[in-house]
């Protein structure tokens, strides 16, 4: 896994493509096609990862909420998409099916790495790259160091709290994440926002804010820190892929 380390620390992480930033075409455009696809007999799995192969919008707005799929430009959540897509057949496709193949793993169930690269595309692939390792990964880096924490308060015998799990984010990153969040909010290029309090905040925006987390630890970190970090969580991460694949096998007997 450590060639992957080598591609984290390139400075150009953006998706500068017309796979996302020239689409022409509306969310109905791509679901027409995929339901069309369906309606003739196309097995579904194989249907999603074509529509996501081609799919050219990085987000959708409806009244007050807001999908996104390319987090920063960089960071392309490919299950968030699949689900899009898929709750949009007018087949009815088996829940059990459905949560086999989209939610067993990081990846569709029975595809390695190389076979999903060449389903949704090499952009694609990188997006993905980038969401995997700077999100979900970066997320198992951040619950890894609280458990952790955890574990060495409880040998003390005090009692765990809020504050005290405040250095979670010390240890990682340097800062209060109050700090941290205020220094996203007031100085993530390109973005016009002010700042808030967090408990304000949605799901994309928890997912932007992660990923800027990763990056700044990425330009702070030696590789070899970094790298430290990033297998010890890629360790625990296995081990919760693992539990669920036994929760949603136990599920469906």
Do not use: C
Request: no cysteine; net charge negative.
């Amino acid at each position: 896994m450590n060639y992957i380390f080598d591609g984290l620390f390139d400075k150009d992480r953006k998706i500068y493509d017309d796979e996302f930033l020239n689409s022409y075409d509306s969310a109905d455009t791509y679901l027409e096609i995929f339901n069309n696809a369906l309606n003739n007999g196309e097995n579904w799995k194989d249907v999603v990862l074509e529509i996501i192969r081609i799919w050219g919008i990085p987000e959708e707005k409806k009244g007050n909420h807001k999908s996104t799929y390319l987090i920063s430009g960089e960071a392309f959540n490919w299950i968030r998409l699949a689900i899009r897509i898929v709750n949009s057949s007018n087949i009815e496709i088996p829940e059990d099916e459905i949560r086999e193949f989209l939610f067993s793993g990081f990846l569709p169930n029975a595809l390695s790495e190389d076979e999903f690269k060449s389903k949704i595309g090499d952009s694609k692939f990188k997006g993905w790259q980038n969401y995997y390792y700077g999100i979900i990964v970066e997320q198992g880096v951040i619950e890894l160091t609280k458990i952790n924490i955890m574990k060495e308060v409880f040998s003390t015998g005090i009692n765990i709290s809020d504050e005290r799990l405040e250095i979670v984010f010390d240890e990682i990153y340097g800062n209060s994440f109050e700090v941290l969040w205020k220094d996203f909010n007031l100085n993530t290029s390109g973005v016009n926002r002010k700042y808030y309090l967090p408990k304000t905040t949605g799901e994309s925006e928890s997912e932007e804010f992660i990923y800027w987390l990763f990056k700044r630890r990425l330009s702070k970190s030696t590789p070899e820190v970094f790298a430290s970090r990033v297998n010890e969580a890629l360790k625990y991460l296995d081990n919760v892929k693992m539990n669920n694949i036994i929760r949603i096998s136990n599920n469906s007997d």
